[in-house]
């Protein structure tokens, strides 16, 4: 059982950055961060290995940066460049890097970028 706790999220006009962190409560997970914005259907923005090994979705390459401090149980979202349409709820998840579930979730945290 993992637990996750997102934190970071707020309001930012165009062009501004966020770093939203996500404390989880055991290792050794593939780690990822994923949004849904009202009306749309959750997409995947990052994710990270165990290992470090990191993968983002096409469109947010070069403004996105996942990464995680072992030592600090935290995995973090560099957001740069924001636009409107970032906004959205972003959520944390975790899933055995063995499955191809997200089997925890956090609560999300509230990203609104204002043009």
């Known amino acids: 059982q993992v637990q996750l706790v997102e934190s970071g999220g707020g309001s930012v006009p165009s062009g501004g950055s966020l770093r939203l962190s996500c404390t989880y409560t055991?290792?050794?997970?593939?780690m990822g961060w994923f949004r849904q914005a009202p009306g749309k259907e959750r997409e995947g923005v990052a994710t990270i290995t165990s290992d470090g090994v990191r993968r983002y979705r096409d469109s947010l390459k070069g403004r996105f940066t996942i990464s995680r401090d072992g030592a600090k149980n935290t995995v973090y979202l560099q957001m740069n460049s924001l636009t409107p349409e970032d906004t959205a709820m972003y959520s944390c998840a975790a899933r055995h890097c063995s499955t191809v579930t997200w089997e925890y979730w956090g609560q999300g945290t509230q990203v609104t970028v204002s043009s």
């Open positions: 055991s290792s050794g997970y593939c």
